[in-house]
């Protein structure tokens, strides 16, 4: 066997591994993750959303009305439950982060 063709076979091993271990990094990389479910809604004048985190979870909400409403969110850490309340401005925006909760129910509490 002459030296041209084993160094051919050689390339040709060393290639197929190479494609081999980057399409094993490539599965982890670019896979997706398990999916997260996201929850959004509307009560009263807000809009509202979050998703499953885990470690915490961060409601997002955005006030529709043309004045200052309460947003209040329920929500469990546990087995006990809590409450948040927050006057959001006409056409107001925010977030609020809630380490290892998860939410029970978010509804608009009135005008402010």
Known sequence: MS????????????VAAASVAV?????????????ADVHRGVNGCFSWSWGDGNTSVTVYWHNRCKSRHKLNI???LG???????????????????????????????GAA
């Open 23 to 35: 399409a094993g990094l490539g599965a982890g990389l670019g896979a997706t993750p398990a999916s």
């Open 74 to 76: 329920k929500y469990s």
């Open 79 to 109: 087995w006990t439950t809590k409450k948040y309340t927050a006057v959001v401005g006409a056409d107001g925006k925010g977030h609020k982060k809630f380490q290892t909760a998860s939410i029970v129910s978010i509804t608009d509490g």
């Open 3 to 14: 030296s041209r063709g084993a160094s051919l076979r050689t390339r040709v091993a060393v």
